[in-house]
Each structure stands twice: as C-alpha cells, then as structure tokens.
C-alpha cells in the first residue's frame, strides 16, 4: 500500500468544517489545517529535510504545533514529539540518539537546546508558546500553501515516540504509517466518531493518548475538538456542555469529581467519555457513574501498540476491565515464566501478548532490545498481567515491568535510581510507586545513605530536578539503613510498597 497517513486522515473532509476551536472560541477549520500543514511541509523541504528525516518537536500545544505535526508527515518525514517537561540532559539523549534533521523547540528554551542540537549536527528553529512567534512561523510566512503529498509505504515511519525503559535507557518505538492510520479508522468506527461529534481535549499532545488516540480519530471522523492548552478542570467544567465526547487519563475524572459543581446537568450533551493510559479505579468508575448517570469506557493501549482493547460502545462497558481487542488485533495471555500460551477462555493471569496492524515496527537503533519483545510468531509482549474472563473481557491486574504511572505518565524507577546513586552520600536507593489519590500512583525514593552523610531530602529533590522532568521527581524520600534484600541480593521492593503504603 502506498498511502500517506495525511491523506487518510484528510480523506474527503470539508474544507470549511471546524477541526480546532480554541479556548478563546476562535475555528481552525479542515481547510486551514490544509493550508498550514503544507506551508510546514514546504519549509521543511526547503530545509533540505528528506524523507524518513526525523523532525523533534519539543513545543506547546497550539495550532501550529499540529500544524507541525501534520505537515511533518505530509512531506514523509519522521515526526518525534517530545513532553515540555523534560530537562535539557533528558533531551541531549533523544537528540543524540533520534539525530533529528530539525529540531523545533520553545523560544524560552532556545539557549540550552542551540549548543546540543548543532553538536548534533542538526538544525534549530524555535516557536513562542502561542504558537505565533519564534523563528518557526517566520520561516511558514515564506511558504507556499500547496503541496503535493508524499506517497509513502504502509511501514514506512510516521513517527518515533520515546519511551522509558527498565534499563533507565528510554527507547525511540517507531511507528508506521499503517499503526496510525489503521487504528484511526478502527477507533473511529468502534466509538462511533461522527462530523457533529466535538471533543474535549485537554490532553497534551506529545503523547499517543493526546496526539493519536484524540487528534487522529477526530480528524479521520472529519468531527472537531475543543482544544484546550492543558487539564485545568474548571476550564473543563465550562467546556463539557458544548462537547459530546471527553478522552483523559483517570486523574482529569477524579479531579472533575473533586469539584460538586460536576453534575449530570453539565454532561447532558455528552454520550462518551473515555479513559486510558492507567487503570481507573472502581471507586472512580462508581463515583462517575452515580454523579452523572453515565459509565466510563476504560481502553487500553501502549505507545509501542497505539489502542489494542477497548470497552464496547454499544454493549456492557465493565468497570475494572479494558474491554475487548479492537478488530484486526489478536491478544493472547502466556505463562510469564515458560511463555506458553494459556488456552482460553480462561482465568488464567499472565503475560498480556498483542499482534495486530496497530503493532510498531521495532525500536529505533535497538534491533536486539526490538528482538527481545517480540515472540518468533510477532506477538508483542506487553509487559502488563491480564486475564481474559469468560465473556472475552481482558481484565489488567497488574505489570511485569517494574514501571510506575503516574497521572498517566510512565515512569521507570531505573530513570530515578541511577541519578540517586551517583550523589555523594548516598549508598543506594530504591523507587517504588505507592497509591496517591490524584496521581494514581505516586513516585517515592527509598535511600540508604552513607553513617557519616548529611544529604537530606531537599538536597536530592534539587539535585534530580537538574536533570529529571517534574513528574519523575519523587513525592517524598524515605531514608534507611540499609534497603531489604532477598536471598539472591535482590532488593525487595515489595517490602518497601507494604511499609510505606501504609504510611503514604
Ligand atoms: C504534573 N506533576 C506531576 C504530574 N503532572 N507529578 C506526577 N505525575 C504527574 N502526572 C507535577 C507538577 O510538575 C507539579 O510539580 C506538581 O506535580 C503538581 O502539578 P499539578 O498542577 O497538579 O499538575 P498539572 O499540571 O495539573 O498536571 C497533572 C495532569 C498531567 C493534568 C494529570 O500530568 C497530565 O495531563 N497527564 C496526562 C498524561 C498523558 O497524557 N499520558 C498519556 C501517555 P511542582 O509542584 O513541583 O511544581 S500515552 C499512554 O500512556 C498510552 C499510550 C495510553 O494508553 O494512552
Ligand atoms: P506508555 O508506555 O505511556 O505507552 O504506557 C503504556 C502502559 O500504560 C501500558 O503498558 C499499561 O501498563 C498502561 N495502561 C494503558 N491503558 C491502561 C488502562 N486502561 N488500564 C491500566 N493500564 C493501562
């Protein structure tokens, strides 16, 4: 198939529907998107930028950075987006690793991101958080509005997104042009996305959840969105009843229901929300469904997998579990030791396994760590347990990866600990995710420092700061004497979960 994700997604949509209306009303409809995102392509080719080159977008969300996006994958580049919060020493490593032909940062950021991105050997244009100033759109204002789509192959790349990686090493997962495109169409039919349908975006949108999930299956639907610049949950409030389907992380739902002013009355407009990227709570699901009358639809997806299983829209949603596998994707449960396959339908919990359109093609520069994941037969192995319940419903209960999400992002203790260790006064440490009511899970440091050390909490929480994004930044730092082992030297994290989940 010779078919780029752009056209896919702007596949006979009206020029003058609305795509985009801002916080402060104003409508970006198909039409612009069009123009715009062939104004980027333009000047990317003028930059010399090739197909299969890597364009790194570490900016706010705004019009021109989806500008940004879809022009990117209009002129068949590689389209890297990379979370505002990360530190100069966290990009250094994408940087390095992903050699991004360009680089489009924020203005404020420009000073630390120049020196590493022409040690790269890459280029830097920056844009102001309003999407209206910075050398970027300077460059558009030259560009012509046509451009002739380039025609790319099903497994070519669309994108590359990093995510972390037991080792502390994140990973670029590569993602096709087929990924997105055919979990698009299927996501779209399978939540009944029509042109009238408005959604509510709150979500940032350097993640799949925010950039994929959200913007992809509005686009392809030819719907629209509210798009707002983050989760602010009074904004939200104001939103909801002009919207009729809301996506979030369960943390944007547990703040809603913080608020008495959510009710019913706000949500008589909405026929769906949904929610992914961590497990919902039952208590949450319960407290919606009593607030509002309606029931949650939990999916679930990974960023190397885009969406692989999602509650029915039409049919019984079943809180506590994530639902069927969306058509065209298989998933299997396997022994986590012996990687035997277990027969359903069955209780069994195991290794949650995936095989489907919607799979990426490896990590990128990583072919034994890409080995590594995938079975011989090309399932994917997740890394989450699960079991599959007699009606077919795959139920999450738990992870084989020692990963912590928190507010819907992912965190590895490996990202934590190394920084830890390397500071003076400190033996070694563990990072454990402990249950916090906002964040799902929260990050907590366990530390053994050395008799005579006088480093405390602050000084570690300043120290990581420099190098880690705020959300990887522990809640609080306990110190021990020495961390539990087992008989194998292994530290026992579990211990550590069972003392200070009680305290926490
Ligand atoms: C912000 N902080 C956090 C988080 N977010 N700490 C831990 N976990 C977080 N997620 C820090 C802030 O920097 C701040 O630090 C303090 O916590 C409190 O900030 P607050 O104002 O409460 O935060 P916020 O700006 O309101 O952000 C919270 C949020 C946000 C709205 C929940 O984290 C968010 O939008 N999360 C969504 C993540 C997402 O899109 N995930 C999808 C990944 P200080 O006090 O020191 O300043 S894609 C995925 O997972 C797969 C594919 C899937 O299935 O979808
Ligand atoms: P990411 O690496 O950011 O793509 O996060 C993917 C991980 O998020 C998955 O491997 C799961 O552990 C988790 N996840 C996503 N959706 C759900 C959900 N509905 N319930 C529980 N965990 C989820």
């Known amino acids: ?66 500008a940004l996006y879809l022009g990117t994958i209009r002129a068949g580049a590689v389209f890297l987006p990379l979370n505002t919060a990360y530190t100069a020493s966290e990009v250094e490593y994408f940087v390095n690793d992903a050699r991004p032909a360009l680089f489009i940062g924020t203005t404020e950021a420009k000073d630390s991101l120049l020196p590493m991105v022409q040690h790269a050997k890459s280029r830097l244009e920056t844009l102001s958080p309003d999407g209206a100033g910075g050398s970027w759109p300077e460059r558009l204002r030259e560009a012509e509005t046509e451009f002739s789509t380039i025609a790319r192959e099903a497994d070519d790349l669309a994108a590359i997104l990093y995510t972390s990686g037991t080792t502390g090493r994140a990973k670029g997962a590569m993602i096709t042009h087929d990924n997105l495109a055919s979990n698009a169409k299927m996501l779209a039919s399978l939540w009944g996305f029509h042109k009238d349908d408005i959604l509510l975006h709150a979500l940032p949108i350097y993640h799949t959840h925010g950039l994929f999930v959200a913007i992809n299956t509005v686009m392809i639907a030819g719907a629209s969105m509210r798009f707002l610049p983050g989760f602010d949950a009074k904004q939200v409030l104001q939103m909801l009843p002009v919207c009729t389907v809301m996506m979030g992380v369960p943390t944007y739902y547990s703040r809603l229901l913080a608020l008495d002013e959510f009710n019913a009355r706000l949500v008589t407009k909405m026929r769906l929300f949904i929610s992914g990227s961590a497990p919902m709570t039952l208590d949450t699901h319960k407290a919606f469904s009593e607030r509002t009358g309606m029931t949650i639809l939990e999916r679930y997806g990974m960023t190397e997998t885009n969406m692989i299983t999602s509650n029915p829209c039409d049919g019984e949603r079943v809180p506590g579990s994530v639902g069927f596998p969306l058509p065209g994707v298989e998933i299997r449960i396997t022994n986590s030791n012996t990687g035997q396959v277990c027969e359903l339908p069955s209780e069994n919990i195991g290794m949650i396994e995936v095989r489907g359109p919607n799979v990426f093609k490896g990590y990128w520069r990583m072919p034994e760590k890409t080995a590594e994941e995938f079975r011989d037969d090309g399932f994917f192995i997740t890394g989450d347990l699960g079991m599959i319940d007699d009606r077919g419903y795959l139920h999450i209960v738990g992870r084989d990866k020692d990963m912590i999400i928190s507010g819907g992002y992912n965190v590895y203790p490996k990202e934590i600990e190394i920084p830890i260790d390397k500071l003076d006064g400190v033996v070694e440490s563990a990072v454990i995710g402990l249950p916090h009511k906002d964040f799902g899970e929260a990050v907590i440091a366990v ?58």
Do not use: W
């Open 1 to 66: 198939m010779r078919n780029n994700l752009f056209d896919t997604l702007f596949n006979g949509q009206p020029e003058h529907e609305p795509c985009l209306q801002l916080a402060d009303d104003s409508i970006i409809n198909y039409g612009e998107l069009l123009l715009e995102s062939a104004r980027v392509a333009n000047a990317l080719v003028a930059l010399g930028v090739q197909p299969g080159d890597r364009v790194a977008a570490q900016v706010d969300k705004n019009v021109a950075a989806v």
């Open 447 to 504: 530390v053994a420092r050395q008799e005579d050390s006088a480093i405390d909490e602050a000084g570690i929480i300043a120290a990581l700061s420099i190098e880690l994004a705020k959300y990887k930044i522990p809640k609080r730092i306990f110190f021990v004497d020495e961390l539990p082992r087992n008989a194998m030297g292994k530290i026992q994290k579990n211990i550590l979960r069972d003392n200070y989940g009680r305290i926490y």
